[in-house]
């Protein structure tokens, strides 16, 4: 795959508002990749689906519409701790299909809740107890018995909460996992991994606990939790001290001690589709790492080296603790992270190649092709590049996605959505 073409496929707003609400808080493709759906802090869900290829419009295959758009969660307050509960969508999970409806799992820092997506094109008329607006006939007038049928009507996309599942956390929630036995899931806070079962919204089992007796010793916090893809009973976590815990359910009911202990510095991680290697975040690389070698990474990429001469004045305005996300490609050959300034990063693992992209209005024109941008650290100045000094750290790319299977990106820009796709793809279709 080039790396340095992609193209840039749709821009969408899935809000017109441009307060703190719209600002997109996470983005999850579905198994398929037909369906992407998109967090926002005011409790938002949008979901997009892909169109389907047209004769008339060969080029708009990949083209993804707003699908569905509902309020999951609304703002709490919790009177006992007399703390206010964000609305804000942290993490997005697709459940794997079983029938024609699809199911997502999305949570806020406490609550978790599942919901039902369905499609309905036809209604039933013709009830022998009801009039057509729905209310009860007078009984003494139904004189004859009818058969309903099912006419036809516009299309109608019907989201239902199907669970809730609350009251497992005393911390946020980070991060939440479906298991690959598509019955169990789990969800983790700072200090706790929790596993459910999703037909049981009452009770949870506690598999990881790194909360000391005395808070006052607490030394570190879970970043981030996953499910292998493959394996039901192993799960990775990543934690602030830069701890990466390889566990195995088979061998204790409480996972406190690990199987296997990575050192990295870690804001996410990421099972590759094989199975085999785990992609991990840090602040200023990406690192590959083999599930049968804990001693070192087998590749490191680095960011934004450009970043370690200002790592201070990072430190003082907080930006060192944003939380970058990565993901890998469908084949698991490229892998991508997000920077500063709108700017975000792919890496080829095979010919070694990176390329720096820019998500942003004035470089995404309709099909328009990708310039590679560079940061300049003094000296020569070529024509493009852009000083380090004048990178903009309110503009940063924290969530992004991959298509599983094509070469299709979804980044979140703040409040906007940039779709992406390989010219290779599109000259194709």
Request: charge should be neutral.
């Amino acid at each position: 795959m080039g790396l340095s073409v992609f193209s840039r496929h749709k821009q969408i707003k899935p809000w017109e508002a441009k307060g703190p609400a719209d600002i997109i808080s996470t983005v999850e493709f579905n198994h398929t990749g037909e369906l992407l759906a998109t967090g926002d802090k005011g409790g938002r869900v949008v979901i997009f689906q892909r169109e389907p290829e047209s004769k008339n419009a060969p080029h708009s295959q990949g083209e993804y519409d707003v699908y569905s758009t509902f309020q999951s969660h609304e703002p709490e307050f919790d009177y006992l701790k007399s703390l206010e509960i964000e609305e804000k969508i942290n993490k997005i999970k697709w459940l794997p299909q079983q029938n024609a409806a699809h199911s997502l799992l999305s949570t806020n820092d406490k609550t978790i809740k599942l919901w039902k997506i369905t499609e309905r094109d036809k209604r039933p008329e013709g009830y022998n107890l009801k009039d057509e607006e729905g209310k009860l006939k007078d009984l003494s007038t139904v004189t004859s018995l009818q058969v309903p049928v099912l006419k036809p009507m516009d299309l109608m996309v019907e989201v239902s909460p199907r669970r809730i599942f609350a009251n497992g956390h005393t911390y946020h929630i980070n991060s939440i996992s479906v298991n690959s036995d598509c019955e169990t899931y789990m969800s983790a806070d700072d200090l706790r991994i929790n596993l459910w079962h999703l037909a049981v919204t009452d009770r949870s089992f506690n598999i990881v606990d790194i909360k000391p007796a005395n808070m006052e010793d607490l030394t570190e916090v879970i970043t981030a939790s996953e499910f292998h893809p493959h394996h039901c009973n192993l799960f990775v976590y990543s934690s602030s001290k830069g701890s990466l815990r390889l566990c195995d359910m088979r061998a204790a009911a409480l996972c406190d001690k690990h199987s296997k202990q990575i050192i990295s510095s870690v804001s996410d991680v990421k099972f590759s589709h094989s199975g085999r290697y785990m992609l991990t975040r840090d602040y200023l690389t990406v690192k590959v790492w083999d599930l049968n070698m804990e001693a070192r990474p087998i590749e490191t990429y680095q960011v934004h080296d450009y970043l370690r001469s200002k790592l201070c004045s990072l430190y003082e305005n907080d930006c060192i603790f944003d939380k970058f996300e990565c993901a890998w490609n469908g084949s698991d050959s490229v892998i991508m992270t997000g920077a500063y300034n709108n700017f975000f990063r792919m890496f080829d693992r095979n010919t070694k190649r990176d390329v720096t992209l820019e998500a942003s209005r004035e470089s995404s024109k309709p099909r328009a092709v990708l310039k590679p941008r560079r940061v300049c650290v003094g000296g020569k100045r070529r024509r493009d590049d852009i000083s380090v000094d004048s990178l903009d750290f309110t503009k940063k790319i924290l969530h992004t996605a991959w298509h599983p299977a094509e070469n299709i990106i979804a980044i979140a820009a703040t409040n906007n959505l940039y779709i992406f796709q390989d010219k290779v793809n599109s000259d194709v279709h």
